[in-house]
Nanobody
Framework: QVQFVESGGGLVQPGGSLRLSCAAS????????MRWFRQAPGKEREWVAH????????QYVDSVKGRFIISRDNAKMTLDLQMNNLKPEDTAVYYC???????WGQGTQVTVSS
């Protein structure tokens, strides 16, 4: 069974940084493009960062470009998201998944507030 376990969220002040991690299991991780998604209160889930198979390309939604960095370790089956210069509008539950989503994990809460 495909499983994703996200961690690393928390409460941070505006301008601060967090690093999220995701541990994947139950799939051939190195054969999938991977994404970080987020869902803010009252809003639909959206993808924010994408990384292709074999780390050949990354893409970001405009609102996080220049602030977030997605990375992956295929040997460890992990996906990370380095988030810098965080803003209150980044507050959301963050999830990892394949580019075409499979089972959703519990996510990790990120709250940006002073």
């Amino acid at each position: 069974q495909v499983q994703f376990v996200e961690s690393g969220g928390g409460l941070v002040q505006p301008g601060g940084s967090l690093r999220l991690s995701c541990a994947a299991s139950g799939l051939a991780f190195d054969q999938y493009g991977m994404r970080w998604f987020r869902q803010a209160p009252g809003k639909e889930r959206e993808w924010v960062a994408h990384i292709s198979v074999a780390v050949r390309g990354t893409q970001y939604v405009d609102s996080v470009k220049g602030r977030f960095i997605i990375s992956r370790d295929n040997a460890k089956m992990t996906l990370d998201l380095q988030m810098n210069n965080l803003k209150p509008e980044d507050t959301a539950v963050y999830y990892c998944n394949t580019a075409l989503p499979k089972n959703w994990g519990q996510g990790t809460q990120v709250t940006v507030s002073s």
